[in-house]
């Protein structure tokens, strides 16, 4: 008897995604199809010609929105959750490691993330094929940045969630989520506010993920060419940051002393 | 990973372990759970390791398990040190009052734990169903876990421990919350696993329980290990007192011996506590007054009352600590 | 009925009833409340980060029914928020043509039917030619524009042929800008605009904008017409005509004596001349 590592973190995984649909997280799915039934019969009638576009916003919004606060809400809890309730005991006297047990857990959410988005995808695209009559493929481009931005953040929440309660760190997680959105603001700091020191300015930019790259939608909505060279850097980036967080959340889980 | 642990060393060697644990929210102090504490379990033997409530029991287990940390001190378990992962594939563990999701069956659950150890589908989805079934939960197989007492949660996490077959299990107060039936499962598998030659390492604060089943004893107190070893050797100066039922024909006299301690009369029997040395003379007695001894027993001091010697409480609510 | 009951059943009319005398005390500040929630573009950015392609639309949405509103329902059209709207609009979504476009119209148009104030709607097609320097629609926009509504031929051609310039852009956009500085005629130069525009718009407001000026240029010809035979009319009978018909003696053709709405042209004396009635929707005061 024995087994690989990588059966361990797919079975850990596999057992995340199935709670996360037994939440009825994916319930959030039925929102979504009526937000684009309604905005695809509604929005014509009113807009001037701006359907198609209007129809895009509000679907490649959502999609950001419902993954976010998925993202982070269901992130936060997967391992304080896991420590407040002692489920966890059984499971480390089993010859599961804890950075094992951590990337499976990272895995399982993003699984059900991806399964999310790409529903959300398909459901974007088949009301823009019912009321413009055309589904334009390079939204998929958006979707992918987009997704790369929510892995990010579940990272994020499972760092925080190794370091504290889940009360904390839904906190901590929304506020680095939002400071990384105002990325562009942070850089352009000097601008702003002078007398703030050169380093300063540096570290907090790299210091935070900067989510903004991952924000693909104006330029698909306005059908700008994204080259493959730029989604493959952004996959390369969002590789970097992964990496970094999740190193950082095995780190501090491996001693740390659980109740 | 499939070689069995046959190498003929100690199942449990735990050598000058140190825990101790910060209390305390604004001002912190340390508070030692576990102080220098060495035991070592011997393959095949029922283990009990004994103590009153916040003694370091349950602390002992999370070290070995690698929940906690210990400060110092090293534990071997099957002839491997802590930090290898081998011999978690031959070990089980029972938590102190488990908790498993809610959202699963126990079906799943043990079909999950069965997946960690690398067992093969057909066979862990086997073992599961024997499981569920030895432990009387076959069926609330396919109950979600959120709809289970506490009675039940305790038999799955009984049933989780055995699902690789282990050579050791590891159980935290396993009676606990179990009603009477249940408390008689959990000693029948016990006794299965030792007749199997498995090793059984389990804590209790119920001395009863260790007293009918346990080859051998720790009794902790205040993180400190007291005493070790067989049972009869640990009791067997504490033979305290003898108790002899004298039946009376006629009218069962006025006095009592001078060599009894305590009398009760059970209508027209008398029940006496009589101290060893003065047996003979209080026998003699009883036969000169026409009474019928009836039986003369003798009454063992338990470990519960070799607890109370041993350990006195610093305050009511408070840990316990040798009295020294 | 327990007290939950009674709560519940009390305090839902009595609800009802304070939001009634709430809005009504608070009814002056509902315009601006219904419309903007934030001053300025840069506020609304910063509390959406990510979101602004939506906010945009948003705003843009709730610019259309703004204007649409106020000019059907509203009795005092003052088309205030018109220009913060579509700041907002526009810093959301700077590349938002149609805002540019369609808000420079609703601000340029003279009131009651737009917000009559062509400087506004001049300074928000500058920005959007800024930000979409490859647009050359909103460049023609802007050359018609300061043309149409500020009087200013050599402004307006100069901007026509930098957009000529832009890749994509339609030959006849040179021509044009030649056309309106050689000045052949006011009127000529704008009938040939609003023909431009007519022609390229797609259905909707700008084309029908577009139809109602080549419609009142008409006009003015006629109004012209009329003029001329009633100056011959004054020097024959002595005295102005009273009504267009008199006018009939001069083979004048009855097409002439009514506006494009239908409505009869007018014989106003202050002017000393024919104009459209004030019934007419075509009635401007000049």
């Given at each position: 008897?024995?087994?690989?590592?990588?059966?361990?973190?797919?079975?850990?995984?596999?057992?995340?995604?199935?709670e996360?649909?037994?939440?009825?997280?994916?319930?959030?799915?039925?929102?979504?199809?009526?937000?684009?039934?309604?905005?695809?019969?509604?929005?014509?009638?009113?807009?001037?010609?701006?359907?198609?576009?209007?129809?895009?916003?509000?679907?490649?919004a959502?999609?950001?929105?419902?993954?976010?606060?998925?993202?982070?809400?269901?992130?936060?809890?997967?391992?304080s959750?896991?420590?407040?309730?002692?489920?966890?005991?059984?499971?480390?006297?089993?010859?599961?490691?804890?950075?094992?047990?951590?990337?499976?857990?990272?895995?399982?959410?993003?699984?059900?993330?991806?399964?999310?988005?790409?529903?959300?995808?398909?459901?974007?695209?088949?009301?823009?094929?019912?009321?413009?009559?055309?589904?334009?493929?390079?939204?998929?481009?958006?979707?992918?940045?987009?997704?790369?931005?929510?892995?990010?953040?579940v990272?994020?929440?499972?760092?925080?969630?190794?370091?504290?309660?889940?009360?904390?760190?839904?906190?901590?997680?929304?506020?680095?989520v939002?400071?990384?959105?105002?990325?562009?603001?942070?850089?352009?700091?000097?601008?702003?506010a002078?007398?703030?020191?050169?380093?300063?300015?540096?570290?907090?930019?790299?210091?935070?993920?900067?989510?903004?790259?991952?924000?693909?939608?104006?330029?698909?909505?306005?059908?700008?060419?994204?080259?493959?060279?730029?989604?493959?850097?952004?996959?390369?980036?969002?590789?970097?940051w992964?990496s970094?967080?999740?190193?950082?959340?095995?780190?501090?889980?491996?001693?740390?002393?659980l109740? | 990973?499939?070689?069995?642990?046959?190498?003929?060393?100690a199942?449990?060697?735990?050598?000058?372990?140190?825990?101790?644990?910060?209390?305390?929210?604004?001002?912190?102090?340390?508070?030692?759970?576990?102080?220098?504490?060495?035991?070592?379990?011997?393959?095949?033997?029922?283990?009990?390791?004994?103590?009153?409530?916040?003694?370091g029991?349950?602390?002992?287990?999370?070290?070995?398990?690698?929940?906690?940390?210990?400060?110092?001190?090293?534990?071997?378990?099957?002839?491997s040190p802590?930090?290898?992962?081998?011999?978690?594939?031959?070990a089980?563990?029972?938590?102190?009052?488990?908790?498993?999701?809610?959202?699963?069956?126990?079906?799943?659950?043990?079909?999950?734990s069965?997946?960690?150890?690398?067992?093969a589908?057909?066979?862990?989805?086997?073992r599961?169903d024997?499981?569920?079934?030895?432990?009387?939960?076959?069926?609330?197989?396919?109950?979600?876990?959120?709809?289970?007492?506490?009675?039940?949660?305790?038999?799955?996490?009984?049933?989780?421990?055995?699902?690789?077959?282990?050579e050791?299990?590891?159980?935290?107060?396993?009676?606990?919350?179990?009603?009477?039936i249940?408390?008689?499962?959990?000693?029948?598998?016990?006794m299965?696993?030792?007749?199997?030659?498995?090793?059984?390492?389990?804590?209790?604060?119920?001395?009863?329980?260790?007293?009918a089943?346990?080859?051998?004893?720790?009794?902790?107190?205040?993180?400190?290990?007291?005493?070790?070893?067989?049972?009869?050797?640990?009791?067997?100066?504490?033979?305290?007192?003898?108790?002899?039922?004298?039946?009376?024909?006629?009218?069962?006299?006025?006095?009592?011996?001078?060599?009894?301690?305590?009398?009760?009369?059970?209508?027209?029997?008398?029940?006496?506590?009589?101290?060893?040395?003065?047996?003979?003379?209080?026998?003699?007695?009883?036969?000169?007054?026409?009474?019928r001894?009836?039986?003369?027993q003798p009454?063992?001091?338990?470990?519960?009352?070799?607890?109370?010697?041993?350990l006195?409480?610093?305050?009511?609510?408070?840990?316990?600590?040798?009295?020294? | 009925?327990?007290?939950?009951?009674?709560?519940?059943l009390?305090?839902?009319?009595?609800?009802?009833?304070?939001?009634?005398?709430?809005?009504?005390?608070?009814g002056?500040?509902?315009?601006?409340?219904?419309?903007?929630?934030?001053?300025?573009?840069?506020?609304?950015?910063?509390?959406?980060?990510?979101?602004?392609?939506?906010?945009?639309?948003?705003?843009?949405?709730?610019?259309?029914?703004?204007?649409?509103?106020?000019?059907?329902?509203?009795?005092?059209?003052?088309?205030?928020?018109?220009?913060?709207?579509?700041?907002?609009?526009?810093t959301?979504?700077?590349?938002?043509?149609?805002?540019?476009?369609?808000?420079?119209?609703?601000?340029?148009?003279?009131?009651?039917?737009?917000?009559?104030?062509?400087?506004?709607?001049?300074?928000?097609?500058?920005?959007?030619?800024?930000?979409?320097?490859?647009?050359?629609?909103?460049?023609?926009?802007?050359?018609?524009?300061?043309?149409?509504?500020l009087?200013?031929?050599?402004?307006?051609?100069?901007?026509?042929?930098?957009?000529?310039?832009?890749?994509g852009?339609p030959?006849?956009?040179?021509?044009?800008a030649g056309?309106i500085?050689?000045?052949?005629?006011?009127?000529?130069?704008?009938?040939?605009?609003?023909?431009?525009?007519y022609?390229?718009?797609?259905?909707?407001?700008?084309?029908?904008?577009?139809?109602?000026?080549?419609?009142?240029?008409?006009a003015?010809?006629?109004i012209?017409?009329?003029?001329?035979?009633?100056?011959?009319?004054?020097?024959?009978?002595?005295?102005?005509?009273?009504?267009?018909?008199?006018?009939?003696?001069?083979?004048?053709?009855?097409?002439?004596?009514?506006?494009?709405?239908?409505?009869?042209?007018?014989?106003?004396?202050?002017?000393?001349?024919?104009?459209?009635?004030?019934?007419?929707?075509?009635?401007?005061?000049?």
């Amino acid at each position: 008897m024995g087994s690989s590592r990588l059966t361990r973190v797919l079975a850990v995984a596999a057992n995340t995604h199935r709670e996360t649909v037994r939440e009825r997280v994916l319930y959030n799915l039925v929102f979504f199809a009526i937000l684009m039934t309604l905005s695809g019969l509604l929005v014509g009638d009113l807009s001037v010609q701006q359907d198609e576009k209007i129809v895009k916003d509000i679907g490649l919004a959502a999609m950001d929105v419902f993954g976010t606060l998925i993202a982070i809400f269901i992130g936060v809890g997967l391992v304080s959750k896991e420590i407040e309730r002692r489920s966890l005991h059984p499971l480390l006297a089993k010859p599961l490691g804890r950075g094992e047990f951590l990337l499976g857990k990272f895995a399982g959410l993003g699984f059900t993330l991806l399964v999310n988005v790409a529903a959300m995808s398909a459901g974007l695209l088949l009301t823009l094929l019912a009321t413009r009559g055309r589904a334009d493929l390079g939204l998929l481009k958006a979707v992918y940045a987009l997704f790369l931005g929510l892995l990010l953040a579940v990272a994020l929440a499972l760092l925080f969630s190794t370091l504290t309660s889940s009360v904390m760190a839904a906190i901590c997680t929304t506020c680095v989520v939002v400071a990384g959105r105002f990325s562009d603001v942070i850089h352009n700091m000097k601008q702003v506010a002078p007398g703030v020191p050169g380093w300063f300015v540096h570290a907090l930019y790299y210091g935070v993920p900067n989510f903004r790259v991952f924000d693909l939608k104006n330029p698909v909505v306005y059908g700008d060419p994204v080259g493959w060279d730029v989604l493959g850097w952004l996959t390369l980036t969002a590789l970097a940051w992964l990496s970094v967080l999740i190193g950082c959340a095995m780190l501090a889980f491996r001693t740390r002393d659980l109740q | 990973m499939s070689h069995r642990m046959t190498n003929g060393s100690a199942a449990l060697e735990v050598s000058g372990l140190r825990k101790s644990y910060k209390v305390g929210h604004i001002v912190q102090k340390r508070r030692l759970a576990l102080d220098e504490l060495s035991l070592s379990v011997e393959r095949g033997e029922v283990f009990g390791y004994l103590g009153p409530n916040g003694s370091g029991k349950t602390t002992t287990l999370k070290v070995v398990m690698g929940i906690v940390r210990p400060d110092a001190g090293s534990v071997t378990v099957l002839g491997s040190p802590l930090g290898e992962p081998a011999w978690r594939y031959h070990a089980g563990y029972l938590p102190e009052q488990p908790y498993f999701y809610d959202y699963l069956t126990p079906f799943e659950y043990l079909d999950y734990s069965g997946r960690l150890f690398g067992l093969a589908t057909a066979t862990r989805r086997r073992r599961a169903d024997e499981l569920l079934e030895r432990v009387g939960l076959d069926r609330s197989r396919d109950v979600a876990l959120r709809r289970f007492s506490k009675g039940m949660s305790q038999r799955l996490g009984l049933a989780q421990a055995l699902i690789n077959d282990p050579e050791i299990v590891f159980l935290d107060e396993p009676m606990s919350g179990l009603d009477p039936i249940g408390r008689r499962l959990v000693r029948d598998v016990i006794m299965d696993l030792k007749r199997r030659g498995k090793t059984v390492f389990f804590s209790t604060h119920i001395l009863p329980d260790a007293e009918a089943l346990c080859d051998r004893v720790a009794l902790l107190g205040g993180g400190r290990l007291l005493r070790a070893g067989r049972l009869d050797e640990i009791l067997s100066l504490d033979v305290s007192h003898l108790e002899v039922l004298i039946g009376w024909h006629g009218a069962a006299p006025a006095d009592a011996p001078a060599g009894a301690r305590d009398r009760s009369v059970l209508g027209e029997r008398w029940r006496l506590e009589v101290e060893e040395a003065s047996l003979v003379s209080v026998l003699e007695w009883a036969v000169a007054r026409r009474g019928r001894v009836l039986s003369v027993q003798p009454i063992r001091q338990s470990l519960e009352d070799y607890f109370f010697k041993e350990l006195v409480a610093v305050e009511p609510s408070g840990p316990w600590v040798p009295r020294d | 009925m327990t007290a939950g009951r009674y709560g519940f059943l009390l305090g839902l009319p009595l609800m009802v009833l304070c939001q009634r005398q709430v809005d009504a005390r608070l009814g002056r500040w509902g315009a601006w409340q219904q419309a903007l929630y934030f001053w300025s573009g840069e506020q609304v950015k910063r509390l959406t980060p990510g979101f602004e392609n939506l906010m945009a639309d948003l705003y843009w949405l709730r610019t259309v029914q703004y204007f649409g509103a106020e000019r059907l329902f509203s009795t005092d059209k003052r088309f205030e928020l018109l220009e913060p709207l579509i700041e907002i609009t526009t810093t959301l979504d700077p590349r938002l043509e149609v805002a540019y476009r369609y808000g420079a119209i609703f601000l340029c148009e003279p009131w009651p039917v737009g917000k009559g104030d062509p400087e506004a709607g001049i300074k928000v097609l500058e920005k959007g030619a800024r930000n979409l320097p490859r647009s050359w629609r909103l460049r023609q926009d802007l050359g018609y524009f300061r043309y149409l509504f500020l009087r200013d031929a050599a402004g307006g051609a100069q901007v026509l042929l930098e957009a000529a310039k832009l890749p994509g852009a339609p030959f006849w956009l040179e021509t044009l800008a030649g056309t309106i500085l050689a000045r052949g005629g006011e009127r000529q130069s704008s009938r040939l605009v609003w023909q431009r525009m007519y022609e390229q718009a797609e259905a909707g407001i700008l084309r029908e904008n577009a139809r109602y000026n080549l419609q009142r240029l008409d006009a003015l010809d006629a109004i012209d017409a009329l003029n001329a035979a009633a100056k011959r009319f004054a020097e024959q009978q002595g005295r102005p005509p009273r009504e267009a018909r008199e006018l009939m003696a001069f083979g004048l053709d009855p097409r002439l004596l009514k506006d494009p709405t239908g409505v009869p042209f007018e014989y106003d004396p202050a002017r000393q001349g024919f104009w459209f009635s004030k019934s007419s929707g075509m009635w401007r005061s000049s």
